[in-house]
């Protein structure tokens, strides 16, 4: 998939990586008191993507960077970011929140989650740090981390510039997580294209 409003994709995964896991030249290790992985590791916490501009990069970093342990404390989180803050203005609504909460459901289904993957819990709100909240304003406007993050999407605009997805949990297999994040940006894409066709069909009157 191309990207054509979005900007860059970041990954954040959390778990548990063993000696010897090569990761990728750019990743950073960064510690997180949420995360409890048993068992012995050079590094658990989070490991971080820098941005990335291909869906082809994003897929290539999951594959190298895949957390060798995790468990129901382990989320993955998206960062994108977009070419335009119109763009950006149009995602943080409540037509947005319910076509993305759509989208995920039907994703969910089109890949046969079990129905107690932790992927379904999340989705229905049952998890401190993913709740089924929409504070796009608040979000947007804070300038350090607060409790107003722990959604299902973060609005971080002014801290990160990005919206936040906190909605995967750290998947059994990376190709999972690369669906995933494929969807998360389809879902973007598609319903900025949507809008933005109809307000120029509101505009010029020409379906063409």
């Known amino acids: 998939m ?3 409003a979005i900007d860059k994709v ?4 959390e778990g548990g990586w063993i000696a010897g896991h090569v990761l990728p030249a750019t990743a950073r290790r960064v510690g997180d008191g949420s995360v409890h992985v048993m068992g012995q590791f050079a590094h658990h916490g989070e490991v971080v993507s820098a941005p990335m501009a291909t869906m082809a990069e994003v897929e290539a970093f999951l594959t190298e960077a ?4 995790h468990n ?12 335009s803050t119109v763009d950006y203005s149009r995602l943080m609504t409540l037509a947005f929140w319910q076509y993305f909460s ?11 989650l079990p129905a107690n993957h932790l992927f379904w819990q999340r989705l229905a709100g049952l998890n401190t740090y993913c709740q089924k909240v929409f504070r796009p304003d608040e979000q947007a406007e804070a300038r350090v981390k607060t409790s107003a993050r722990y959604a299902q999407l973060n609005y971080c605009f002014r801290f990160h510039g990005t919206i936040e997805c ?3 949990p750290v998947f059994k297999q990376a190709r999972i997580a690369v ?12 319903f900025l294209a949507e809008r933005s066709h109809a307000e120029e069909f509101t505009e010029t009157g020409d379906l063409a």
């Not at 759509?102 to 089109?110: D, P, T, V």
């Open 72 to 83: 129901q404390s382990c989320g993955m989180h998206v960062h994108v970011s977009f070419k």
């Open 2 to 4: 191309d990207f054509k």
């Open 66 to 69: 895949y957390p060798d342990a």
């Open 102 to 112: 759509e989208r995920m459901n039907a994703w969910g289904q089109r890949v046969r």
């Open 179 to 190: 669906s995933f994040t494929n969807e998360l940006c389809a879902i973007y894409e598609s």
């Open 166 to 168: 906190r909605l995967a």
């Open 10 to 13: 970041g990954i954040e995964l």
